[in-house]
């Protein structure tokens, strides 16, 4: 893994666009480790033989896996899960710790490594059939007034983390963001989008923006930036879907972390594979352990 992407101009482009991308970050030889491990995982998945998966026709958590079949999946949850059904899976255990990634997370948050949090560490895939999810902001509902949206955006140090996807493949197209939404409410106008696709009305976006990724490529991005997912059946999609969190913001991240139900099994994980690295993710698991077990925390949006 390499970048030579110079850390402050990737902060501001983070602050004034809501995202940033990253070409090229993995090398074709972890990729094609992570490649083949990941076919398998996801065929695994899409027969039933995995749990945690996000289902067809649900956006949010949590998700029924008993739909899997007969709906289908576009996700698959929990690539650190102790019990993940491939004989590679530290694999993801030494992509999430890597420290190239560590260290544009830590620069991204204007934070020492030791002040970073576990978070989540998901995939997400093709559908069997085309759909998008509605415009949202991760942890803000759509109802909020602008007054409520500019609340939770300007509150400082009250959701601190970072999110990215990752594609293992050529040709990601599915992330759809509104650059710059991710410090202001709403405008009218994107309301009534947002509100007609409830309708069954898919309109564009004034300003949206198709986030591309090849092979290897990461963007960085504020999940309260206002974005979608748009999938297409029979587009090969195989993205990595992580977040890290900061230790100051993780009064209002437990809830947005917790939901996914991470509580349940971070305390088995085994790190053993890390060697150097792993007394850092000791760390972070440590600090996510403290935001505590996620049993009463409820889920930021319904749908
Ligand atoms: O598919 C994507 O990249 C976006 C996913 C998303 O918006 C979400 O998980 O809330």
Request: glycine fraction near 10%; proline fraction near 5%; hydrophobic fraction near 35%.
């Amino acid at each position: 893994m390499s970048t030579t992407s110079d850390p402050e101009s990737l902060l501001q482009q983070l602050q004034t666009n809501g995202y940033v991308i990253i070409p090229s970050i993995l090398s074709s030889s972890q990729l094609e480790p992570l490649i083949a491990t990941t076919r398998n995982l996801i065929s695994l998945a899409r027969q039933g033989k995995w749990p945690h998966v996000r289902t067809v026709g649900k956006q949010f958590p949590p998700w029924d896996a008993s739909l899997a079949i007969k709906n289908g999946i576009w996700g698959v949850q929990h690539l650190l899960h102790p019990n993940l059904p491939v004989p590679d899976r530290s694999l993801y255990t030494k992509l999430y710790f890597h420290p190239i990634l560590l260290n544009i997370a830590s620069t991204l948050l204007q934070c020492s490594e030791d002040e970073l949090v576990m978070e989540l560490f998901n995939l997400l895939v093709d559908p069997p059939t085309s759909f998008s999810l509605s415009w949202h902001r991760d942890d803000i509902p759509a109802h909020f007034t602008p007054e409520q949206e500019l609340e939770v955006l300007g509150k400082v140090g009250y959701d601190r983390h970072t999110q990215y996807n990752s594609s293992l493949v050529d040709g990601d197209e599915s992330l759809v963001v509104v650059p710059g939404s991710h410090r202001r409410a709403r405008t009218e106008e994107e309301k009534k989008v947002q509100e007609a696709w409830k309708d069954g009305i898919d309109e564009k976006m004034s300003g949206e923006l198709v986030v591309k990724l090849n092979k290897g490529d990461v963007v960085f991005y504020d999940n309260n930036i206002l974005h979608r997912g748009v999938y297409k059946a029979g587009r090969e999609r195989m993205t990595v879907h992580g977040s890290v969190g900061h230790v100051d913001g993780a009064k209002g991240r437990a809830r947005n972390v917790l939901q996914h139900g991470i509580g349940g099994w971070v305390g088995d994980c085994d790190f053993g594979c890390l060697g150097e690295q792993r007394e850092m993710a000791e760390g972070m698991r440590k600090r996510l352990m403290e935001m505590g077990s996620g049993e009463d925390v409820g889920y930021s949006l319904e749908g």
